[in-house]
């Protein structure tokens, strides 16, 4: 399986994971306007009927595109429990214990019946112990206690959680110069 390229607005912001096929098209269309890190595929093309020559296009793992219509990272991003464990880093955010993803629930700090919202400034990865044990209740009526304050991510944090099995040295490395504050712990 090739790992996956991260496509960048010109201005240098991370828009999107991309399989190899759409990088090409893109390279293809001309779009991609520069490119950083080491090369993760070799595509062989045709041979050129005047020169005998094969074509080879490098894919490297981070291409930045121009147009218009590319250019704008996503503002929201949608909150799921694969995403939310790892900005957690599969610790419950009471206990501070490790856990497999499998393990882990998604509770809403200030619960929904009693106004919260599903976002992720509101929920954060529980165990089912500490889930249970905080019910319904908000933190300051049963004593509880966060480790860690939930956030959004922004559009490099996002990219990161989203591809966070299979992401190359050289894209975290990028990512990770884009983090907030908050983000600096993933």
């Not at 090369?39 to 020169?51: A, I, L, M, N, W």
């Amino acid at each position: 399986m090739s790992p996956l390229i991260l496509r960048l607005n010109a201005a240098g912001q991370p828009i999107e994971w991309l399989e190899w096929q759409a990088a090409v098209c893109l390279y293809a269309r001309e779009l991609v306007v520069w490119s950083l890190g080491d090369v993760v595929r070799q595509v062989k093309g045709g041979c050129s009927r005047f020169t005998g020559q094969r074509s080879i296009m490098e894919l490297p793992s981070i291409i930045a595109c121009g147009g218009e219509r590319l250019a704008k990272p996503r503002a929201n991003y949608p909150l799921s429990n694969p995403t939310l464990f790892a900005r957690d880093r599969f610790t419950c955010m009471y206990c501070a214990t490790h856990f497999p993803a499998g393990q882990l629930t998604r509770d809403h700090i200030v619960p929904l019946s009693k106004g919260g919202a599903d976002r992720w400034e509101n929920v954060v990865a529980a165990c089912r112990r500490c889930n249970q044990h905080k019910a319904n209740r908000l933190l300051e009526d049963i004593e509880m206690e966060l480790v860690a304050l939930p956030y959004r991510p922004n559009n490099a944090e996002y990219l990161a959680l989203l591809n966070s099995r299979r992401i190359l040295g050289d894209q975290m490395e990028f990512l990770r110069s884009q983090f907030s504050k908050n983000g600096q712990r993933l």
